[in-house]
């Protein structure tokens, strides 16, 4: 039986009052209009993107539909040499960052789950204490430093290889697990690792991919691991491509390009640059934000 | 107590007992897979982690490079003493304390309304767009954020054009410090409205349905059964979120800091955190920033522990 939600929806406690009604309505119109607040940013940079920039140049105030739809932008952006290139550095961070992730915190979090093992709660004490303190910038920085990560791909990946934060969700999701099914596969000879990967990691699948998602979107929009310790501009991610061009204002080196109209395209590919490097998170996020939702409720439970 | 809920414990007849080494042997030979992810794992705390907390002793030391951690000088708390003796101190303390407690004020309890709200709608698809709509500028990255801020703030930008029309001669939002934490913290708003709202959701879906049966029986009307039911049952919840973000008062990130600011606002706008970025990593005074680094990690953890104690102590909810 489903259970009852607290939704208004079965409050039929006898007839719908007038002020009730007028408080709905109200109610409807303020989200509607929150909405709206919310979206318009995002579609301003779209509309932007596909407008006319000598037209868009001389517009003022709100737009609705683009200025004379022209793909003028988007053309352009296709030989803008570094951001493809930061895009590949990008979609390699994430998908070997993700791989290495998940890998290394399914096998922590196993660790942390095994409650009858005799250190184990100096093994969960290790990392927990790191949630609430760290080094710091400049320590970890050196250390990084040290150990020859500096200004390789790996310094974007490594010094964040496992997160408590996660280990913690998935060690939630392992104590879920029936001690019995384990027990049995045990009696039948299966090892640790056999129990691991072959009955544990099938059962706990819808967090996994949640904890996955969240290392995947993390290194989708992380700069700050490439801001410390990449130096090399062949290595710089996607957002920190756009940091430069976004936030500190440089200008767009688009080869081949020998206009005399630089500015005006200037100002249009930074919206077109915007909608290419968000269009893959948006497109992607009707699918995943249940997964996030999810996330946050993982989180909110006491480990 | 604990032998019971011990998965491998003995059973309850009188063996003679094990002296430590042979439970350490037999818990070793049993788990020694698990020993062996265990190590592995550690190890990367071990350099990760608990290396750079090692290397904190540069906050006490005359750091350079050329000598490494070890050949640099001790120092005792020189840094400290010339950090709280400087003017940056006061202002640092002023920025985090002013940026955290507006997002305290502001961004923490529209949360709670938008839940209560989306809570009211009676149709559920309604609903759920609204969700949809709101969650999706958390997907957006920082950067991007910060860039559309930064945009539509800008001289000739959306927000001008607005106020243009209303006769109001254009301003350079980004670039007046007064307006600095109002930026960050209703950009965070924006980004994050939708998605702390789910914690209160999930919250209010788990409050009892026969408690609004009973209200309404005994003659609530809407707003009696919100003010009566609804928000003592997300009251755990909201004490908990306040007290966390309380605990968290003297920490603000430098990333969002960094991506916001420039030299003009730099009076209201650099925090903790972003000095250490700009003084130990552009300005290679690692061994200052670190002790910046250190003291505000530790009034951290120390804030975290007492609010977690005081939460502890009111409303039996605990981080540990």
Same mark, same amino acid.
């Given at each position: 039986?489903?259970?009852?939600?607290?939704?208004?929806?079965?409050?039929?406690?006898?007839?719908?009052?007038?002020?009730?009604?007028?408080?709905?309505?109200?109610?409807?119109?303020?989200?509607?209009?929150?909405?709206?607040? %919310? #979206?318009?940013?995002?579609?301003? &940079?779209?509309?932007?993107?596909?407008? $006319?920039?000598?037209?868009? +140049?001389?517009?003022? =105030?709100?737009?609705?539909?683009?200025?004379?739809?022209?793909?003028?932008?988007?053309?352009?952006?296709?030989?803008?040499?570094?951001?493809?290139?930061?895009?590949?550095?990008?979609?390699?961070?994430?998908?070997?960052?993700?791989?290495?992730?998940?890998?290394?915190?399914?096998?922590?979090?196993?660790?942390?789950?095994?409650?009858?093992?005799?250190?184990?709660?100096?093994?969960?004490?290790?990392?927990?204490?790191?949630?609430?303190?760290?080094?710091? %910038? #400049?320590?970890?920085?050196?250390? &990084?430093?040290?150990?020859?990560?500096? $200004?390789?791909?790996?310094? +974007?990946?490594?010094? =964040?290889?496992?997160?408590?934060?996660?280990?913690?969700?998935?060690?939630?999701?392992?104590?879920?697990?029936?001690?019995?099914?384990?027990?049995?596969?045990?009696?039948?000879?299966?090892?640790?690792?056999?129990?691991?990967?072959?009955?544990?990691?099938?059962?706990?699948?819808?967090?996994?991919?949640?904890?996955?998602?969240?290392?995947?979107?993390?290194?989708?929009?992380?700069?700050?691991?490439?801001?410390?310790?990449?130096?090399?501009?062949?290595? %710089?991610?996607?957002?920190?491509?756009?940091?430069?061009?976004?936030?500190?204002?440089?200008?767009?080196?688009?080869?081949?390009?020998?206009?005399?109209?630089?500015?005006?395209?200037?100002?249009?590919?930074?919206?077109?640059?915007?909608?290419?490097?968000?269009?893959?998170?948006?497109?992607?996020?009707?699918?995943?934000?249940?997964?996030?939702?999810?996330?946050?409720?993982?989180?909110?439970?006491?480990? | 107590?604990?032998?019971?809920?011990?998965?491998?414990?003995?059973?309850?007849?009188?063996?003679?007992?094990?002296?430590?080494?042979?439970?350490?042997?037999?818990?070793?030979?049993?788990?020694?897979?698990?020993?062996?992810?265990?190590?592995?794992?550690?190890?990367?705390?071990?350099?990760?982690?608990?290396?750079?907390?090692?290397?904190?002793?540069?906050?006490?030391?005359?750091?350079?490079?050329?000598?490494?951690?070890?050949?640099?000088?001790?120092?005792?708390?020189?840094?400290?003493?010339?950090?709280?003796?400087?003017?940056?101190?006061?202002?640092?303390?002023?920025?985090?304390?002013?940026?955290?407690?507006?997002?305290?004020?502001?961004?923490?309890?529209?949360?709670?309304?938008?839940?209560?709200?989306?809570?009211?709608?009676?149709?559920?698809?309604?609903?759920?767009?609204?969700?949809?709509?709101?969650?999706?500028?958390?997907?957006?990255?920082?950067?991007?954020?910060?860039?559309?801020?930064?945009?539509?703030?800008?001289?000739?930008?959306?927000?001008?054009?607005?106020?243009?029309?209303?006769?109001?001669?254009?301003?350079?939002?980004?670039?007046?410090?007064?307006?600095?934490?109002?930026?960050?913290?209703?950009?965070?708003?924006?980004?994050?409205?939708?998605?702390?709202?789910?914690?209160?959701?999930?919250?209010?879906?788990?409050?009892?349905?026969?408690?609004?049966?009973?209200?309404?029986?005994?003659?609530?009307?809407?707003?009696?059964?919100?003010?009566?039911?609804?928000?003592?049952?997300?009251?755990?919840?909201?004490?908990?979120?306040?007290?966390?973000?309380?605990?968290?008062?003297?920490?603000?990130?430098?990333?969002?800091?960094?991506?916001?600011?420039?030299?003009?606002?730099?009076?209201?706008?650099?925090?903790?955190?972003?000095?250490?970025?700009?003084?130990?990593?552009?300005?290679?005074?690692?061994?200052?920033?670190?002790?910046?680094?250190?003291?505000?990690?530790?009034?951290?953890?120390?804030?975290?522990?007492?609010?977690?104690?005081?939460?502890?102590?009111?409303?039996?909810?605990?981080?540990?």
């Amino acid at each position: 039986m489903k259970r009852r939600q607290a939704s208004p929806e079965q409050w039929n406690y006898g007839q719908i009052s007038l002020s009730s009604r007028i408080f709905d309505t109200a109610n409807y119109i303020f989200l509607f209009l929150l909405c709206v607040l %919310m #979206i318009y940013p995002l579609w301003y &940079v779209l509309c932007c993107s596909f407008s $006319d920039p000598a037209l868009l +140049m001389r517009h003022s =105030g709100i737009l609705l539909w683009p200025l004379d739809f022209s793909f003028a932008g988007y053309e352009k952006v296709l030989n803008y040499k570094q951001l493809w290139n930061s895009y590949v550095v990008t979609i390699f961070v994430v998908i070997a960052g993700t791989a290495m992730n998940m890998l290394f915190s399914i096998l922590f979090a196993f660790v942390l789950s095994r409650k009858g093992m005799m250190w184990h709660k100096l093994i969960t004490g290790l990392a927990v204490f790191t949630m609430y303190f760290s080094g710091g %910038m #400049i320590p970890t920085y050196l250390v &990084v430093k040290s150990v020859g990560l500096y $200004d390789t791909v790996w310094a +974007m990946i490594i010094p =964040g290889l496992i997160s408590t934060y996660n280990c913690i969700i998935l060690r939630t999701a392992f104590y879920g697990i029936p001690d019995s099914l384990e027990e049995s596969a045990k009696i039948d000879g299966a090892g640790d690792l056999r129990v691991l990967f072959t009955i544990c990691v099938p059962l706990i699948v819808p967090s996994i991919a949640t904890v996955a998602l969240f290392y995947a979107v993390g290194h989708w929009n992380s700069w700050s691991a490439a801001l410390l310790y990449i130096r090399d501009e062949k290595l %710089m991610p996607l957002q920190m491509v756009l940091r430069a061009l976004l936030i500190q204002g440089e200008a767009i080196e688009v080869t081949g390009g020998q206009d005399l109209q630089t500015e005006l395209n200037n100002m249009l590919l930074k919206y077109v640059v915007i909608v290419v490097s968000t269009i893959p998170i948006l497109c992607v996020y009707p699918f995943i934000q249940r997964f996030f939702t999810k996330g946050v409720m993982i989180g909110a439970v006491k480990g | 107590m604990n032998k019971l809920l011990t998965r491998n414990s003995a059973p309850a007849i009188d063996l003679p007992k094990k002296t430590f080494r042979q439970r350490v042997v037999t818990d070793f030979r049993k788990h020694w897979v698990v020993y062996a992810i265990a190590l592995l794992c550690l190890s990367y705390y071990f350099v990760f982690r608990y290396a750079p907390m090692g290397g904190l002793a540069i906050a006490f030391k005359n750091y350079r490079p050329a000598r490494g951690l070890w050949g640099s000088k001790w120092v005792g708390f020189k840094w400290f003493e010339q950090f709280f003796s400087s003017y940056y101190f006061p202002r640092l303390l002023r920025n985090t304390l002013t940026i955290n407690l507006m997002s305290l004020l502001i961004g923490s309890t529209l949360p709670i309304f938008l839940a209560l709200l989306l809570n009211e709608v009676r149709s559920s698809a309604y609903k759920r767009t609204v969700q949809t709509v709101t969650y999706m500028p958390h997907f957006v990255s920082l950067v991007v954020a910060c860039g559309i801020v930064l945009d539509i703030l800008s001289y000739d930008g959306l927000f001008n054009q607005i106020l243009s029309l209303f006769g109001v001669q254009p301003i350079l939002f980004s670039n007046v410090p007064e307006y600095f934490p109002w930026i960050y913290v209703f950009s965070d708003v924006w980004q994050n409205l939708g998605y702390n709202s789910i914690v209160y959701l999930a919250a209010l879906s788990s409050i009892n349905v026969e408690l609004f049966d009973a209200a309404a029986i005994d003659g609530c009307n809407r707003f009696q059964r919100v003010w009566h039911v609804t928000i003592p049952g997300i009251l755990p919840t909201i004490i908990l979120l306040l007290l966390m973000k309380v605990g968290s008062m003297m920490s603000v990130g430098y990333e969002k800091i960094i991506l916001l600011y420039n030299d003009a606002v730099l009076e209201r706008a650099d925090v903790f955190s972003s000095f250490v970025y700009r003084y130990g990593m552009l300005g290679g005074n690692y061994s200052y920033s670190a002790a910046v680094d250190l003291f505000n990690n530790v009034v951290n953890i120390l804030l975290l522990v007492i609010f977690n104690g005081v939460s502890r102590k009111i409303s039996d909810i605990s981080l540990w």
